[in-house]
């Protein structure tokens, strides 16, 4: 697929001024007050927009620049609150700033998708609060079943914002922001650019959600808690719209499982605290435990398509999860694990919103075309990702903290399979 029309460049060099970081919101009141006055004008702006590309078929350059550089600036003062930039940034919405938005020409777009545009932009709209902060829901369930973190839910704060919150800390005692965190914010701010873009009709191409898209000239560092994705994005109708019918056994496992997992995490812990190393028995129990809670998750949020096993299985789940073996760990580290993990379940339970969103498009997505969208997935699988490290910290599979930027994790079988 050719590259999308809004892309969100990154020039951040990580290095934050603790003061400015620790006023960071007294200082962007101005910001704010100008981003409202100038949305009130962009507000009518693309009425206007709308109503001259529903007759002539295109943008007209003046207000698609007016609307591009209100896109443009909204981007910096987002990224500067968010923390995912540095620079104080200026008024106008020129280009330039560390996180920036680049936009194409007026194109040529169909009236038909023009004249229902805010309809079709409902589910990117909904992906956009659940990434950002999260405010427009109110709805939510518990899936507790499993690792016990991941809730299922897009009231309160959002990705962005939960990450800005605990970068916020970060930023205080180190003078640098996490690389994880900043390039998921600018995964979150990539996505509400292409929102903003395509509701004003300055594009009609839909927002991608791949998280992993356009891929980081700076490679992931590597981790020994890997998710594969190799399903067909292809999905039977049948079996999509009995999905949460067709999950009540394995929940129902599920629960029975995660008792077994509570008593031996304890024996686990005790036992790596005084060794240094994790039991092995204990190491293989909880590694499928939590490998099947993956597998679990992915079908029950459209992620995989196939009826999973109950045995949590390496290899026979499309949507799979790569654990390490047992490893020396540090007695202090393994003593404060669960507090050590606070972070990450905060994130993780912000990435389970996204998910919960993403599966419930999706899931009307797939009765009418049989096909999951490629985008969602991805987005699912990247959840799913940063839940399963999150668990495999915490359970003392790994001594690896979770990585938190939207690395690349789907395999290339996946790929092929989408094209």
Not at 269 to 297: D, E, K, N, Q
Request: with cysteine; proline share 8%; aromatic share 14%.
């Amino acid at each position: 697929m050719d590259e999308h029309p809004v892309r969100v460049t990154v020039t951040d060099d990580l290095q934050r001024n603790r003061w400015t970081v620790f006023f960071r919101l007294i200082l962007a009141i101005p910001h704010f007050i100008w981003l409202a006055l100038w949305g009130i004008g962009a507000f009518f702006a693309a009425f206007v927009n709308w109503l001259v590309t529903l007759v002539d078929g295109r943008s007209p350059q003046p207000l698609f620049d007016f609307l591009a550089a209100y896109i443009r600036y909204a981007t910096h003062v987002y990224a500067y609150v968010l923390l995912a930039a540095d620079p104080y940034p200026g008024f106008t919405g020129e280009p330039g700033y560390p996180v920036d938005v680049v936009l194409g020409r007026p194109e040529r777009q169909n009236r038909w998708k023009t004249g229902f545009r805010i309809v079709l932009a409902i589910p990117a709209i909904a992906v956009t609060g659940a990434l950002v902060d999260g405010a427009p829901y109110s709805w939510s369930a518990q899936a507790n079943g499993g690792g016990g973190n991941m809730s299922f839910r897009t009231a309160g704060t959002g990705v962005a914002v939960t990450v800005a919150f605990l970068a916020w800390f970060a930023i205080l005692a180190r003078g640098r922001m996490p690389r994880g965190f900043r390039d998921l914010v600018a995964f979150c701010l990539r996505y509400a650019a292409q929102t903003y873009a395509y509701v004003f009709v300055l594009t009609e191409r839909y927002p991608d959600a791949d998280p992993a898209l356009p891929e980081s000239a700076e490679p992931a560092p590597p981790s020994p808690v890997r998710l594969t994705l190799e399903d067909d994005p292809r999905r039977s109708r049948l079996t999509v719209f009995f999905r949460l019918l067709l999950a009540v056994p394995h929940l129902v496992w599920l629960a029975l499982w995660t008792i077994a997992s509570f008593f031996a995490l304890i024996g686990m812990w005790v036992v790596t605290v005084v060794s240094g190393r994790p039991p092995a028995g204990l190491h293989r129990f909880l590694s499928s435990y939590l490998r099947y809670v993956i597998h679990v998750y992915a079908f029950v949020a459209l992620v995989g398509g196939p009826f999973p096993g109950f045995n949590g299985r390496q290899g026979s789940y499309p949507v799979d999860l790569e654990l390490p073996g047992p490893e020396p760990q540090g007695r202090w580290g393994a003593f404060f694990r669960l507090v050590l993990a606070i972070p990450a379940f905060a994130v993780s339970s912000a990435l389970g919103g996204a998910l919960a969103v993403s599966a419930v498009l999706a899931w009307f997505f797939s009765l009418v075309t049989a096909r999951e969208p490629v985008g969602l997935q991805r987005l699912g699988a990247f959840a799913l990702r940063y839940h399963a490290q999150t668990d495999a910290f915490a359970f003392l599979l790994t001594a690896r903290y979770p990585y938190s930027g939207p690395a690349t994790h789907v395999a290339d079988e996946q790929l092929a399979l989408a094209e």
